[in-house]
């Protein structure tokens, strides 16, 4: 009762009472609604935040996983392509007596005489066996090269290993002796094998470029000519002509005057003119050091001052 009359001896008042009275139970209202829901519901909502920021961070990790995935098996199916190469070729080429046929056929087409094939005892592995052989041929550098290289290209895996090359005796026909230990490869399990695709389209190597044998001696030098034969610090500037973009240089040597372009050589080191300014020529020349071997050298003329400027 004491409440009641209380309550109504203060709702009675003023307006100014009775409007800070409304506010005070609003702000009292309102507190004991964020505490028994809001509250409740923000936890909520950051809890909700917390587990999107984890979804997204598994996603992100799912997806890295996925494109590893990937690249994985990518490099797994080239891995099993190359496995069926192998065991294509394994398994492509028959007995010994088509071995030889192959060897044979290889030096005719290359234009190599087969003196003699020794088939060595056989290497047995865990997964195939291996047949040495010793190659005894006959021919030309550029023909045994091209031969050594068609022999590895044969659709019947043949690994050449060591080489011995000599000239021929001069008493026979001319050319070179090579001496091959080469190794051709069978499975243990013979298996029916269609040749892969990848296998088919294997562009084919370029042939060796080199024509000219070891043995033969090198090409004669060009002689040195005479400005090759002067010391460099013996030539003088002593001006430039100009024809449309084409410079020349005037040097003078022994009281002579020589007219050179970019590219002339002179000078006792293989001095080339690499440059050639108005008041400037620019040499390369090749000089060995010690320890540091064949180097490049770069040095100047200059034109020199007139007397009395």
């Known amino acids: 009762m004491w409440i009641v009359a209380r309550w109504q001896h203060l709702a009675g008042g003023s307006r100014i009472r009775r409007a800070a009275l409304l506010g005070v139970g609003l ?3 309102l507190g004991l609604a964020y505490v028994t829901h809001l509250h409740a519901l923000l936890i909520e909502i950051e809890k909700g935040a917390e587990h999107s920021q984890r979804l997204q961070i598994e996603q992100a990790d799912k997806a890295q996983r996925a494109q590893a995935l ?9 891995a099993y392509q190359h496995l069926d190469e192998s065991h294509w070729r394994l398994a492509a080429g028959g007995g010994v007596a088509d071995l030889l046929e192959d060897i044979a056929h290889q030096g005719h087409s290359d234009g190599v005489f087969i003196e003699q094939v020794e088939l060595l005892p056989e290497i047995a592995h865990d997964h195939h066996i291996e047949l040495p052989m010793q190659l005894h041929l006959r021919g030309t550098y550029v ?15 043949i ?17 070179l002796r090579l001496q091959v230990l080469a190794s051709a490869y069978r499975s243990r399990v013979q298996r029916a094998a269609s040749m892969p695709s990848g296998l088919a389209l294997e562009p084919v190597r370029p042939l060796p470029s080199v024509s000219r044998s070891p043995f ?94």
């Open 159 to 175: 690994t050449p290993h060591d080489f011995s090359m000599s000239p021929a005796q001069a008493s026979g026909p001319p050319g």
């Open 27 to 29: 702000v009292l209202m």
């Open 216 to 309: 033969e001696p090198p090409p004669a030098m060009q002689p040195r000519q005479y400005l090759e034969t002067l010391s460099l610090d013996q030539f003088e500037l002593i001006g430039s002509l100009a024809r449309g973009e084409l410079r020349f240089a005037l040097l003078r040597v022994a009281g002579v005057v020589h007219r050179l372009q970019v590219g002339d050589r002179l000078g006792r080191d293989s001095g080339r003119i690499v440059s050639i300014e108005e008041q400037r020529v620019d040499v390369a020349e090749e000089v060995f050091v010690p320890g540091k071997g064949w180097l490049v050298r770069h040095r100047a003329l200059s034109l020199k001052a007139p007397a009395g400027a």
């Open 143 to 157: 023909a045994l090269a091209t031969f050594v290289q068609g022999l590895s290209q044969r659709p019947r895996l």
């Open 70 to 78: 990937a690249v994985h098996e990518a490099q797994l199916a080239k």
